[in-house]
C-alpha cells in the first residue's frame, strides 16, 4: 500500500523508546502458544514473574486463542469507511493504530484505510501539517503508553493467556495476506490508480488474475519457517553463551 513506509517509520519513531524503557533486548516470544508448547524461558525476574503470574486451566486458554483469532479474522474483512477530518477523529485514529502496531499480525496502516483517515495522514506528513501532525501524534504517544502498561499488567499477571490471545490475533489476521484473491471492489487513488478496497479469499485453482504459482508459495511459506525456526534457536544458544559466561 502506498506510504505504509512512511507510517512505519513514524510509528517506529514513537515505539524505540518504549521498547528501551521496557529493556527488551529481543523480539518478543509470540512464536510459542502454551498450551501446546515448552514453557518460555524469561528473564532474571523469573521467579517473581511466576509466583505473580496466574495459571489458567488449558481450555481458558484455547478459548481466548479462538476468540482472538475470530475478532481478527472479522477485522480482516471489514471495509473502509469516509470518516470526517476533525481533530477528534484523527486524535483516535492514531491512539488506535498504534494499538493495532503493538498487536501482533494487524497492521496500523490498515486500520487507518478502515477508519477512513489513512489519506489524510498521508497528506499531512507530505504538506507537514503541524497541526494534523501533532494531534494524531498526541494520540498515537496517549495510546502507546496506556496500552503498553496494559499489556505489560497481564503478560506479568496472566503470561500464558496473554500469549493466547496475542498469537490468536496472528493466526486470525492471516486472512489479509492470503495471497491468491478476488477483487470485489476498486477505487481511485489520490495518484490516478485503481487500487482493490473488498477483496475474496479463493483457492489456488480459482485464481483467475495471473498464474497462481502455487509451488512458489509454498516453498517460500516453508522458508519462512525455517528461518523464524532458525532465529528461535539462534536465541536459544545466545542465551546458553550469556549464561556460561556470567557464571563462569
Known sequence: MDGDATLGATFTVIRIPQNACEGNSGPPALLLWPPLAAPQ???????LQQRRSRHLAPFQNVFAFFCASILAYFITTLTPVKASEGYLIIFFSGMIAIIAMIL???????????????????????????????????????????????LKWTL???????????????????????????????????????VPI??????????????????????????????IFGLF??????????KSITYS
Open 156 to 194: 506479568d499477571h496472566y503470561f500464558d493467556l496473554s500469549i493466547s490471545i496475542l498469537t490468536g490475533f496472528l493466526m486470525g489476521s492471516l486472512n489479509k495476506i492470503w495471497p491468491w484473491k478476488k477483487t470485489i471492489s476498486t477505487a481511485l487513488n489520490r495518484h490516478g490508480e485503481m
Open 41 to 47: 524461558r524469561r528473564s532474571k525476574k523469573k521467579g
Open 104 to 150: 501482533p499480525g494487524i497492521s496500523g496502516s490498515f486500520i487507518l484505510v478502515l477508519l477512513g483517515t489513512y489519506e489524510l495522514v498521508l497528506r499531512a506528513i507530505s504538506s507537514f501539517d503541524i497541526s494534523v501532525i501533532a494531534v494524531f501524534t498526541l494520540g498515537a504517544i496517549l495510546g502507546l503508553l496506556s496500552f503498553s502498561r496494559l
Open 198 to 227: 473488498v477483496q475474496k479469499n479463493v483457492w489456488p485453482h480459482n485464481y483467475m488474475e495471473g498464474e497462481p504459482q502455487l509451488i512458489w508459495a509454498i516453498m517460500l511459506a516453508f522458508l519462512g519457517v525455517l528461518i
Open 233 to 242: 534457536k539462534w536465541g536459544q544458544a545466545s542465551e546458553r553463551r550469556a
